[in-house]
């Protein structure tokens, strides 16, 4: 037995990152910092990660400074979202320069215990990716709000990763159709690809996969932020030759309102 406050002291031994709530404004600073090094195309910029610190490219583990983060990019679009429970944040990079065009997803992990980032963990797309075509996923990204949620209009971590998991469920499960909360209007953005016509109707659900036996999308990491009912899930597509892969969603009222993708085939 034990009293309430002894309980609680017990507990946070045991699962401190469930009790503290990681401090959000370390994590938006982070992911600028690693924007700031991506427009500088100097890893050399960031600090504060831990002594086992990992990148990864595509599902592959590299030194930081042998992938994008070596180019300087134009950086015309970043957008972030925290998980103040994770410790994690996942930052969308658009660069539409014609000349080294990129689109990235990367999801950085943090150390509860002393906010260092342990893992850079990004999708990194350019020419012949998936539906490539930076131009396009910068036009109708910057028309799409992914702004915060009103706290009475906010969607709870479970149902923001069910909406998720349903939703890439799809291609290994026709039940999972039913239970995305499908919402209207809703686009999607794959690649450079938009479903959306600007319509009061738009539908996420055309050209929804019907061949419902294909792999899982397994190896799923997750950032989830409430606030801008956001879900970002990074996974291996693997009917589609294997890619690395990121889905993102966005919820209102329990219904999903956006999906972009970036998925990068391994030819
Ligand atoms: C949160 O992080 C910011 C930026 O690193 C820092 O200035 C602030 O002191 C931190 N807040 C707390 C409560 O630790
Ligand atoms: C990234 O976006 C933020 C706004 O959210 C902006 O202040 C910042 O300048 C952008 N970074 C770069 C390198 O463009
Ligand atoms: C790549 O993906 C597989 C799952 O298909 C996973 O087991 C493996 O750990 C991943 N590799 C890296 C470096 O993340
Ligand atoms: C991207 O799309 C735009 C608009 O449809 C098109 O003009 C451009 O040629 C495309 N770029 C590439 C590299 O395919
Ligand atoms: C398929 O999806 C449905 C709806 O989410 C779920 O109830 C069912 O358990 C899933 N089946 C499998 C085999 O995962
Ligand atoms: C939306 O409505 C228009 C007519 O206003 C129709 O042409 C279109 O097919 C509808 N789209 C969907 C996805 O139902």
């Given at each position: 037995m034990c009293g309430l406050y002894t309980c609680l002291i017990a507990l946070a031994a045991v699962f401190p990152a469930v009790l503290a709530e990681c401090n959000r404004t370390h994590l938006f600073e982070w992911a600028h910092n690693f924007v700031d090094a991506q427009a500088l195309g100097f890893?050399?910029?960031?600090?504060?990660?831990?002594?086992d610190f990992v990148y990864q490219e595509n599902n592959k583990t590299m030194?930081?400074?042998?992938?994008?983060?070596?180019k300087m990019l134009k950086i015309d679009h970043n957008r972030t979202i925290a998980d103040s429970v994770t410790c994690s944040s996942y930052t969308e990079i658009i660069s539409a320069d014609a000349a080294q065009p990129y689109v990235i997803g990367a999801q950085i992990h943090h150390?509860?215990?002393?906010?260092?980032?342990y893992l850079v963990d990004s999708i990194v797309s350019t020419t012949?990716?998936?539906?490539?075509n930076a131009t396009q996923t910068l036009h109708y990204a910057l028309q799409e709000n992914w702004g915060v949620l009103p706290e009475n209009k906010r969607d709870t971590r479970t149902t923001l990763k069910n909406a998720a998991d349903a939703y890439l469920n799809i291609w290994s499960n026709k039940s999972a159709i039913d239970a995305v909360p499908w919402g209207t209007p809703c686009a999607r953005l794959e690649g450079g690809a938009?479903?959306?016509?600007?319509?009061?109707?738009?539908?996420?659900?055309?050209?929804?996969?019907?061949?419902?036996?294909?792999?899982?999308?397994?190896?799923r990491r997750y950032v989830i932020d409430e606030t801008v009912g956001s879900a970002s899930v990074l996974c291996?597509?693997?009917?589609?030759?294997m890619a690395p892969d990121s889905h993102e969603f966005r919820l209102e009222g329990g219904k999903l309102r956006y999906v972009h993708t970036i998925t990068v085939p391994q030819k």
């Open positions: 890893a050399g910029y960031l600090d504060g990660a831990s002594d030194d930081l400074t042998a992938g994008v983060m070596r150390n509860p215990s002393d906010m260092k980032a012949g990716s998936w539906l490539f938009y479903t959306g016509k600007g319509e009061p109707n738009d539908s996420c659900k055309v050209g929804i996969p019907t061949n419902n036996n294909q792999a899982p999308n397994s190896h291996i597509f693997e009917h589609l030759q």
